[in-house]
T-cell receptor, first 117, second 114 residues
Framework: AQTVTQSQPEMSVQEAETVTLSCTYD???????LFWYKQPPSRQMILVIR??????QNATENRFSVNFQKAAKSFSLKISDSQLGDAAMYFC??????????????FGEGTQLTVNP | DGGITQSPKYLFRKEGQNVTLSCEQN?????MYWYRQDPGQGLRLIYY???????QKGDIAEGYSVSREKKESFPLTVTSAQKNPTAFYLC?????????????FGDGTRLSIL
């Protein structure tokens, strides 16, 4: 079974600074998908960014980018120019593309990000 | 706007009682999921369904049951056999695998014991 590990339960960053959240995963598959979700105090789950394992290029979405290291099974999230609205719980998630698994997601434990003004 | 609607937002259960959490989606997604979230933990999969009239157990299915009679609806029943039901429950839907499309989530239901 796949596992996802987020080793930083809490992180903090100053407004306008850059912060990196770590995520590692364990899988024997060569093709899969990785996601970062954000959960603000409202408890909504919001997709931040996604990465296909077969793509070597790191995904970027505005101020959010990833550092995907396939050999190391590492998928970190970098938030640039941090804003107060970025404060949330961030979850890393893995999805196996096998059809029999029903595109189920495996989540990490989460990292609580605080943004200080 | 398309989306996922979960109801109720808050739910209280008495000892020995079964309760049902509603999840409806109008995204025309085939696959639907139920997750449980406990404080300080990530989401854990309870049940999922890839198609109408079919569903599979996730990692923590004991004490829960589901049905999938319509594409739009995937209700979750928390039975009296679930001894620790207090948690936040999230429903999600997606285009089924293989796809890089993400799962879309509802706003959740918070279940507590009276």
């Amino acid at each position: 079974a796949q596992t996802v590990t987020q080793s930083q339960p809490e992180m903090s960053v100053q407004e306008a600074e850059t912060v990196t959240l770590s995520c590692t995963y364990d899988t024997s598959e060569s093709d899969y998908y990785l996601f970062w979700y954000k959960q603000p105090p409202s408890r909504q789950m919001i997709l931040v960014i996604r990465q296909e394992a077969y793509k070597q290029q790191n995904a970027t979405e505005n101020r959010f980018s990833v550092n995907f290291q396939k050999a190391a099974k590492s998928f970190s999230l970098k938030i640039s120019d941090s804003q107060l609205g970025d404060a949330a719980m961030y979850f890393c998630a893995y999805r196996n593309p096998e059809e029999t698994s029903g595109s189920r997601l495996t989540f990490g434990e989460g990292t609580q990000l605080t943004v200080n003004p | 706007d398309g989306g996922i609607t979960q109801s109720p937002k808050y739910l209280f259960r008495k000892e020995g009682q079964n309760v049902t959490l509603s999840c409806e989606q109008n995204l025309n997604h085939d696959a639907m999921y139920w997750y449980r979230q406990d404080p300080g933990q990530g989401l854990r999969l309870i049940y999922y369904s890839q198609i109408v009239n079919d569903f599979q157990k996730g990692d923590i299915a004991e004490g829960y049951s589901v049905s999938r009679e319509k594409k739009e609806s995937f209700p979750l029943t928390v039975t009296s056999a679930q001894k620790n039901p207090t948690a936040f429950y999230l429903c999600a839907s997606s285009i089924p695998s293989p796809s890089n499309q993400p799962q879309h989530f509802g706003d959740g239901t918070r279940l507590s014991i009276l």
